[in-house]
Structures are given as C-alpha cells and as structure tokens.
C-alpha cells in the first residue's frame, strides 16, 4: 500500500470517528441530555435483552458485575430501571424499564432513525450493504 493510500484510510476512519461523535453528541442533547452514554446504552441493552440479569450483563459488558451493579443502582435511584424478583427462582433478578426508562428507549431509538434516514438519504441499497460488510469486517480487528 502506498503512503498516500495509508493518509487516505487514516481520513477515512477520522471522518468515521467524527460521524460517531456527532451521533454521540446528537444523544446526549434535548431531552437525553441529563444521562451518559454509558446510561443510555445500558438503558438499550434492558430493553432488548428482555429479562437479563446483572450478572448476564456484566457479561455482555465485558466488566465487573460490582461495576454493573453500581450503574444499574444509580438507574434505580433515576426511577429508569427496577429490579424484579423470578416468580421460578426467588434468589434471581432480572432488571426491567419503568415508564420512565420505557420513554428515554423511545427518545434514544428516534435519534437512531434520524441517523440511519440520513444515511439512507445518502447511500444507495448496494452502498448500505457493503457499508455494513465493511463495518463488520474491520470489527473483527
């Protein structure tokens, strides 16, 4: 590869980055604006991993279960998540959105399809496609 192809791929991922910052940015304002990313996106998980457990998100996380614990505490005390008891197994919980959580899941999803319709608005079928090949490719680095 060529030293002008290399600063070209090197432009690309940090025009990629900056799309991801905006993204990020775009969810931290209006009405998500007083929660993390972090929050959001453990709030993201509960919602499609219906019924999981601390443990099974620490796992999913790839971090301690004390750390999980501490954040999904503070999304209790936001009155965003609850913790219930299994109705099969009395010494397991497993977490769920209250309405309040359920509406952040609905404001967090619109500004994802903002995103994803601009994106379609500028890529064509076979483009999206191989964006997403090409996306999971490189993530397998």
Do not use: C, W
């Not at 910052?21 to 499609?48: A, M, V």
């Not at 309405?99 to 500028?122: A, F, N, Y």
Request: proline fraction near 1%; charge should be positive.
């Amino acid at each position: 590869m060529t030293l002008h192809r290399e600063l070209e791929l090197v432009e690309s991922m940090d025009k990629l980055s900056e799309l991801i910052r905006k993204f990020q940015k775009q969810l931290l304002t209006g009405d998500l604006k007083e929660y993390t990313l972090r929050q959001l996106y453990y709030i993201e998980l509960i919602d499609k991993k219906k019924g999981i457990s601390i443990s099974e998100l620490s796992k999913i996380l790839d971090v301690n279960k004390s750390t999980v614990s501490v954040a999904i505490n503070q999304l209790i005390d936001l009155n965003i998540v609850i913790k219930k008891q299994s109705e099969n197994d009395k010494r397991f919980y497993y977490l769920e959105l209250t309405p309040k959580g359920e509406d952040i899941i609905i404001k967090h999803m619109q500004v994802h399809k903002d995103t994803i319709k601009k994106i379609l608005d500028i890529l064509n079928p076979e483009e999206v496609d191989n964006f997403i090949k090409i996306i999971n490719k490189i993530s397998k680095i």
